[in-house]
């Protein structure tokens, strides 16, 4: 019999016009590791409202995992973003993978406003500083794929999946990519994998959140 737990990672394709995104090549590393008893399975999603959403539908159904890390890239950001909102609106700037745009519309109609991550973001974070690497919690995820993904979780998490925890974390570009966006911040691959580790490990065995001041004033 099987007796391991399961940690679900989610990370998604390339979007908008670049060729790699940082958070499927950590899902492909992390894929098949054990962190603190659980079994790491790893998912790419297109970065499609549409399909993301059947997808991730689909993967709960299969694994249902105990814990989900989603992954996705925020270029521009300078550290590994702790995501703590995710909200129930759609405002996609740009068009996803499937060629659409919805712009102002519920993520699920007749849901809360918004969700906090139940993942421990404070401890989290604490963790990744300890270990040198940049990371800052946020209070925005968005309005594109990310953003649907992360409220689709925790709707689901409140509804349909009482024992399962999850969240979502925003990673830089990485070094390659940041040469074709000019100016952005950029961070290795390595140092990005070894903080979805962390944030693993914190999240599977962290019961009760640190509380220390790491809000923001604007
Ligand atoms: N980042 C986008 C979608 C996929 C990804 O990696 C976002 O933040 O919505």
Do not use: W
Not at 106 to 122: C, E, G, H, M, R
């Amino acid at each position: 019999m099987n007796t391991h737990k399961t940690a679900l990672v989610i990370g998604f394709e390339p979007f908008n016009g670049d060729t790699v995104n940082p958070s499927q090549k950590i899902v492909d590393a992390l894929h098949g590791e054990k962190i603190a008893n659980h079994a790491i399975v790893g998912a790419v999603l297109p970065t499609a409202f549409v399909a993301a959403f059947a997808a991730l539908m689909e993967l709960l159904e299969t694994h249902r995992p105990n814990l989900v890390l989603a992954l996705g890239q925020a270029g521009g950001r300078a550290g590994i973003s702790l995501e703590r909102v995710a909200i129930n609106l759609i405002d996609a700037r740009v068009p996803d993978n499937a060629g659409d745009q919805p712009v102002d519309i519920a993520v699920i109609d007749d849901a809360p406003n918004a969700y906090f991550s139940t993942l421990p973001i404070k401890a989290m974070l604490r963790q990744l500083q300890m270990r040198g690497i940049p990371a800052a919690i946020s209070n925005t995820a968005g309005t594109f794929v990310c953003n649907q993904i992360f409220f689709a979780l925790a709707h689901l998490g409140a509804t349909q999946y009482p024992k399962m925890r999850s969240g979502f974390v925003h990673v830089p570009y990485l070094t390659e990519q940041a040469k074709l966006h000019s100016d952005s911040a950029f961070m290795e691959l390595q140092t990005m994998i070894e903080a979805a580790r962390i944030c693993l490990h914190v999240a599977i065995t962290t019961k009760h959140d640190l509380h220390f001041a790491a809000g923001a004033t604007h």
